[in-house]
């Protein structure tokens, strides 16, 4: 037996394998189940007794070292084969990738976001196709408004209404059906207007809202609300003017006004030499609209306020044409990537 393991260990030592093809052909010649180690072992139970220890201690030894050595072959080839199929030069410079750019509106978007964020607003989701309770009745709309026409809304179905939505006050509707006083929400979304497209206006469109609920709410606190969003969006110079208005959702209802960023409140033909740029509506929530939406109004107030996303990235960024957020213009896109 000691012969014979002598022998094989010898042979094997000669052995220089050339691929992986013949690696396996030793691997299986030696260590197969017809293999020659195989066969060893099958002979060691006639060893005598005394014998055993000695001859299985050397028996286990060539083994395992026939086993080491077919894994470092294999180990060998498969590296150079894997290097082989890879034509990588490393003193090559490193590919040009160019990176891609966020769009100008989910930009705005993301970072008035993170302003109402601060003061404790959470973003709220509703749907795109709505129905008529939740983007007028439930706002106050009467029957004759004008906004229920086929001029301005985009009907799906009729009797009963089915539509998309025109603001995203649906959304704010579905937040106090479903959540819990106090509500503190803005809701972002996309919103569609039957309205003819031009540098300055567009079918679709976004908006972002917001609306406060709570006891004891004040249109101070509507104003300091504004007047933190507009110094954190448009820079720490910036002076707003609240104008009396009217929306059927809101009383006392208000437009409000920047200080032109441009020409810093002296007049130029961006704010049409005014020194002022209107960029949102806002005001009290009609006693009514918490009523149709099962709030008491004795106990709660609130504010509520709306900007459209386009309005604002075009004063943010002094974009002159609206059409331009929806054609995908790759040169328009670029001039984003730094932001």
Excluded at 145 to 156: G, K
Excluded at 170 to 197: D, H, T, W, Y
Excluded at 277 to 302: A, F, R, T, W
Aim: proline share 4%; aromatic share 12%.
């Amino acid at each position: 037996m000691e012969e014979r393991i002598k022998q094989i260990r010898e042979t094997f030592s000669t052995l220089d394998p050339k691929d992986l093809q013949s690696v396996e052909k030793i691997r299986v010649e030696y260590l197969g189940r017809n293999g020659y180690l195989t066969k060893l072992f099958d002979d060691f139970k006639n060893i005598p007794n005394e014998k055993k220890k000695e001859v299985g201690k050397i028996l286990n030894q060539l083994k395992s070292e026939i086993s080491d050595k077919v894994e470092t072959w294999k180990k060998t080839f498969s590296e150079s084969t894997k290097s082989k199929g890879t034509n990588l030069d490393l003193s090559l410079e490193e590919y040009p990738f160019e990176f891609g750019t966020r769009h100008p509106i989910s930009l705005v978007k993301n970072e008035l976001v993170e302003i109402f964020k601060y003061l404790g607003f959470t973003v709220y989701e509703g749907p795109e196709i709505e129905d008529d309770w939740h983007v007028f009745s439930a706002l106050n709309f009467p029957e004759e408004h004008p906004a229920r026409d086929m001029q301005d809304t985009f009907f799906i179905e009729k009797k009963p209404d089915i539509l998309l939505r025109t603001h995203t006050s649906s959304v704010q509707v579905r937040s106090m059906e479903n959540e819990k006083l106090p509500i503190r929400v803005i809701c972002p979304g996309r919103v569609f207007r039957n309205e003819a497209i031009s540098a300055r206006a567009h079918c679709i469109f976004h908006q972002i809202e917001g609306l406060y609920i709570d006891k004891d709410v004040s249109f101070a606190d509507l104003k300091q609300t504004l007047l933190y969003f507009a110094k954190e969006m448009f820079g720490s110079e910036t002076k707003i003017r609240l104008r009396p208005s009217y929306f059927p959702f809101t009383e006392p209802s208000a437009e409000m006004d920047v200080s032109c960023k441009l020409c810093g409140g002296k007049g130029c033909s961006v704010c049409k030499y005014t020194g002022w740029l209107e960029v949102l509506g806002c005001g009290m929530v009609d006693p009514n609209v918490l009523e149709l939406n099962g709030i008491d109004s004795k106990i709660y107030s609130g504010f509520a306020f709306g900007m459209g996303l386009e309005r604002i990235a075009m004063l943010k960024y002094q974009v002159r044409d609206l059409r331009l957020y929806f054609e995908n213009d790759v040169r328009f896109l670029k001039q984003f990537k730094n932001y």
